[in-house]
């Protein structure tokens, strides 16, 4: 699986494709992100909304987090 990534500064948004070659079905939306999945449910896109506020805190999280501590522990 290869990873492929592309902001749009124009609408803010950041995505993320995890199988750009599998056909999306439908998509979940939770918060600032879309998740588009197959029909077997697998991950095709991942879409961030309001990147600019979404990736610094990321960035923030991590590097605060203790070494080997998952996201949200």
């Known amino acids: 699986m290869s990873l492929k990534m592309r902001y749009d500064r124009e609408d803010d948004v950041l995505m993320i494709w995890f ?3 599998k056909r999306v079905d439908h998509a979940e939306q939770s918060g600032q992100s879309i998740l588009h999945l197959t029909a077997q449910g697998e991950p095709v896109l991942l879409e961030i909304l309001k990147a600019h ?4 805190e990321l960035v923030r999280a991590v590097m605060t987090a203790e070494p080997g501590a ?4």
């Open 70 to 73: 998952a996201a949200g522990d």
């Open 53 to 56: 506020e979404f990736v610094p």
């Open 19 to 21: 199988a750009p070659e």
